[in-house]
T-cell receptor, first 113, second 118 residues
Framework: GENVEQHPSTLSVQEGDSAVIKCTYSDSASNYFPWYKQELGKGPQLIIDIRSNVGEKKDQRIAVTLNKTAKHFSLHITETQPEDSAVYFCAASKNSGYSTLTFGKGTMLLVSP | EAGVAQSPRYKIIEKRQSVAFWCNPISGHATLYWYQQILGQGPKLLIQFQNNGVVDDSQLPKDRFSAERLKGVDSTLKIQPAKLEDSAVYLC????????????????FGPGTRLTVL
């Protein structure tokens, strides 16, 4: 089955800096890669996703890049704000049948004012 | 639009006791998922329903866990008897349609139920 590795496990940045979280996956058939943000006491919330037919996607301060050859994808957050502090999860799945999401172990991002 | 509702939010039980969690998905969402999230890890799928039928329960410990989705709407997840290692957050999610070719559906998560087994 699919295996998703996520790094780093914790990331501390100063407000205004950029943050980058990286994930690798094992199943070359995976072609859907969402990123979720989980705040304390809440369920994960989708913040951005990318499909394998594109290499990069951007939404305001958040961007995701995908390298299918190397089987890795990354989340980039620019101009970080304290409210970006949360746990971020990457995930991977195939767009076929009832394929399910396999999540990474998460990255705790702390943005200091 | 109301989100995914779950109850209770917290539950503390002794080992070997039983417990049940309830989930109400977003209205109209055909697919419902139960995940287990152990502290410090990502969510792990336990079971997936398409309407009221099970489409994936390969990671559900069937000797102690059971789940049902009556009438294709609400769902309950039960643990009987509970073990210490069942301490986790149990997340329910729903999506409009099941994943299909070229159209992976976004999953919306509820707030979860935090279970502590003593």
């Amino acid at each position: 089955g699919e295996n998703v590795e996520q790094h780093p496990s914790t990331l501390s940045v100063q407000e205004g800096d950029s943050a980058v979280i990286k994930c690798t996956y094992s199943d070359s058939a995976s072609n859907y890669f969402p990123w979720y943000k989980q705040e304390l006491g809440k369920g994960p919330q989708l913040i951005i996703d990318i499909r394998s037919n594109v290499g990069e996607k951007k939404d305001q301060r958040i961007a995701v890049t995908l390298n299918k050859t190397a089987k890795h994808f990354s989340l980039h957050i620019t101009e970080t704000q304290p409210e970006d502090s949360a746990v971020y999860f990457c995930a991977a799945s195939k767009n076929s049948g009832y394929s399910t999401l396999t999540f990474g172990k998460g990255t705790m991002l702390l943005v200091s004012p | 639009e109301a989100g995914v509702a779950q109850s209770p939010r917290y539950k503390i039980i002794e080992k070997r006791q039983s417990v049940a969690f309830w989930c109400n998905p977003i209205s109209g969402h055909a697919t419902l998922y139960w995940y287990q999230q152990i502290l410090g890890q990502g969510p792990k799928l336990l079971i997936q329903f398409q309407n009221n039928g099970v489409v994936d329960d390969s990671q559900l410990p069937k000797d102690r866990f059971s789940a049902e989705r009556l009438k294709g709407v609400d769902s309950t997840l039960k643990i009987q008897p509970a073990k210490l290692e069942d301490s986790a957050v149990y997340l329910c999610a729903s999506s409009l349609d099941p994943p299909r070719q070229g159209a992976q559906q976004v999953q919306f998560f509820g707030p979860g139920t935090r279970l502590t087994v003593l």
